[in-house]
């Protein structure tokens, strides 16, 4: 409705109900923004305001997401002059005993349950989260909305003046999750997460015994032993550590991992679809936590506030129950763990968890349906009779914050491993997944490009000249390659050591690798990266091979510590350039054509004292594809004739 001096005059929809909605937090706020629109959808009978409480130590950001929505705003001074039918609000802080109204107050619940002990604010004490004050309760006209019967025995023991003064709704939050489950390929696209890599979801609630409290170099140490390749990270933040310390600082303490990477949620929106999209949850004794548990997300605790949790709840019973990552320890092998990838029997704790989880939820898929009829009961009004059916909306698409830009300076792990076919090096072949039929023969040695050969830069000669033998041979090197952002390289641990993707068996000796290699693209914006990078790629696409090679000759004039130089090439994969002469090219068969990978190829192979020709099998992750390393000439190079090309 219009506010103001005399509104009647300027209103449009003739309400016959005021529901004032107090806003305090922006925890509590998305609470009642996300229900209060399907409820009174389609009923101009009700005029729905809200109020904004400034007197929280959170309230920094409340207006602003009430602006964005396009709410209209109470101010508070006001809020005593007015007369509504019913207040709804889902903070327990608000002090709504002060005024004059003597309409009922619906207390929407803001986590899950009352699991949790938290500081109180009147005083110097703790106290249950969800509880409105005494008075309140002692007036008669609190209501608080609950999602499971156990909450109400639960309430009347702690505060005997809560008997009879509860309303069994549900969760919206937690129908909402449940309706969202198959649009799960929907929110990975949203958020970048190609086949192949696994999402790990990091939830943080706020205080210093929350996941980032305890540990706020988490999010930089997790991806710097990830493989990019393999694995995204995403934060997900309760909004009072934004709103106590600063959208600013928040993301200055989280420099490396943005740098890296790191994809950071709002946390007023777009956690419950990251959430569905994980592949494992590390959380604390926060909500989210809670609601991955009931979905059946995988779940280590990164922390875990004991103290915090109310003994008898089921929050209590989750932190007995799950897993505890280990600061002290290499997090890669806890994460595969957990995933299910290590060795060992399968793990019945993510089930466990989920019965948990779904202890706290009674009537999943109706809550609403019940939240609508508590409210039209509150406010003497009959439900809609023509309206639209209440909506089943699933949470909306993820849009990270300040999406990060391809991570372009790495630390580039490789190694050699034997072939399932019996042989090994860069010397032999293998039949390309994308020529069925057209296998190519091995030479012998002493030919161009063989072990024996003088020259490995010498190209191929023609199908059928001589130093080629029969019967054609499908063979060659597996070379596996990981990647790992620099930015976060200072917190690896120390005793990390890069792992073979590939489980054949390792090559003869140590020649085979592992390797390690930094590689960075020539216009990285941290100048400390290309000056001090063994192989140097091109952001850009060359027209044409002389381009490339141009570029290569400049690449090497420019970073005198550069020892390969990569472009792609249009429509000839990817030129790559070693600082001793040698060229060559290098394509994959499959939808791996990145210069950086594909120049890695090359390097495991130099460094192996592989000779520079042939086929061999790229394994990246759990996905592997065929890669050829043709030997080509450096347009700056004398041809054998003494022209130059």
């Known amino acids: 409705m219009p506010l103001g001096t005399d509104p009647e005059r300027w209103q449009t929809f003739r309400g016959e109900r005021l529901v004032v909605a107090v806003a305090r937090t922006v925890t509590s706020t998305v609470r009642v923004l996300d229900v209060l629109r399907p409820v009174l959808r389609d009923d101009p009978r009700v005029h729905l305001v809200f109020a904004f409480d400034p007197t929280s130590a959170f309230n920094d950001g409340v207006h602003a997401l009430l602006r964005s929505v396009g709410a209209r705003v109470l101010p508070w001074h006001q809020f005593a002059r007015t007369d509504p039918d019913l207040i709804v609000t889902a903070t327990e802080n608000a002090d709504l005993t002060t005024a004059h109204h003597t309409c009922p107050v619906l207390v929407l619940p803001h986590g899950v349950g009352f699991h949790k002990v938290v500081p109180d604010s009147r005083s110097d004490r703790d106290r249950l989260a969800g509880i409105v004050p005494d008075a309140l309760l002692r007036s008669g006209r609190a209501r608080l909305a609950i999602s499971h019967p156990d909450q109400a025995a639960q309430l009347a023991a702690a505060h005997p003046a809560t008997a009879g003064r509860t309303l069994l709704v549900g969760d919206p939050c937690y129908d909402a999750l449940l309706g969202g489950r198959a649009l799960r390929a929907t929110y990975r696209a949203a958020l970048g997460i190609a086949d192949g890599r696994r999402l790990i979801m990091i939830s943080s609630t706020w205080g210093d015994r929350s996941v980032l409290g305890q540990d706020p170099a988490l999010p930089a140490r997790l991806l710097a032993e990830l493989p990019l390749d393999d694995y995204a990270v995403a934060l997900v933040t309760h909004p009072n550590i934004t709103s106590a310390h600063g959208a600013y600082a928040l993301r200055s303490h989280l420099g490396s991992a943005h740098a890296a990477g790191l994809l950071t949620i709002p946390p007023t929106a777009g956690w419950q679809a990251t959430l569905l ?15 991955g548990a009931a979905l059946g997300t995988p779940l280590l605790l990164g922390a875990f506030s004991d103290d915090e949790a109310v003994a008898g709840t ?49 009537a999943p898929g109706r809550a609403l349906a019940r939240l609508r009829t508590a409210v039209y009961d509150l406010l003497h009004l009959p439900e809609p009779e023509n309206g639209a059916p209440l909506p089943l909306h699933a949470p909306e698409p993820p849009v990270p914050q300040d999406r990060p830009e391809a991570t372009t300076a790495c630390y580039v792990h490789t190694s050699l491993v034997e072939d399932p076919s019996g042989s090994a090096g860069c010397s032999g072949f293998t039949l390309a997944s994308g020529s069925r039929g057209s296998a190519r023969p091995r030479r012998s040695a002493g030919s161009p490009g063989s072990s024996g050969a003088s020259d490995p830069s010498v190209p191929w000669p023609d199908e059928g000249a001589a130093g080629w033998l029969g019967p054609w041979e499908m063979v060659g090197p597996r070379i596996a390659v990981e990647r790992l952002p620099a930015s976060v390289d200072a917190f690896s641990p120390p005793s990390a050591a890069p792992s073979a993707v590939d489980t054949g068996t390792p090559l003869g000796d140590a020649l085979d690798g592992p390797f390690r290699h930094l590689s960075c693209a020539d216009d990285e914006g941290d100048r400390q990266w290309p000056e001090s990078a063994s192989v140097l790629v091109r952001r850009t696409t060359a027209g044409t091979a002389v381009a490339a ?18 472009a792609t090439v249009t429509g000839r994969g990817c030129r790559v350039g070693l600082r001793d002469g040698r060229t060559v090219e290098v394509s994959a068969t499959g939808t791996q054509h990145e210069a950086a990978v594909l120049a890695a190829v ?31 000439r450096r347009a700056s190079q004398p041809r054998p004739d003494g022209l130059t090309r």
């Open 314 to 362: 089921p929050m209590a019973e989750l932190g007995r129950i799950a897993p505890r990552l280990q600061r002290d320890t290499p997090l890669r092998p806890q994460v595969e763990r957990a995933l299910g990838l290590g060795p060992g029997p399968a793990d019945d704790t993510t089930e466990r968890l989920r019965k948990v989880g779904e202890s706290a939820f009674a």
């Open 549 to 566: 090679d141009r570029w290569i000759d400049d690449t090497f004039a420019r970073y005198p510590g550069c020892f390969l130089a990569a």
């Open 602 to 632: 090359v390097y495991a192979c130099v460094r192996a004292r592989r000779p520079l020709a042939g086929f061999a099998t790229l394994a990246l992750g759990d996905r592997t594809e065929d890669v050829e390393i043709r030997p080509a």
């Open 277 to 291: 999209a994980a592949d494992l949850l590390i959380g604390d004794h926060g909500s989210v936590t809670f609601y």
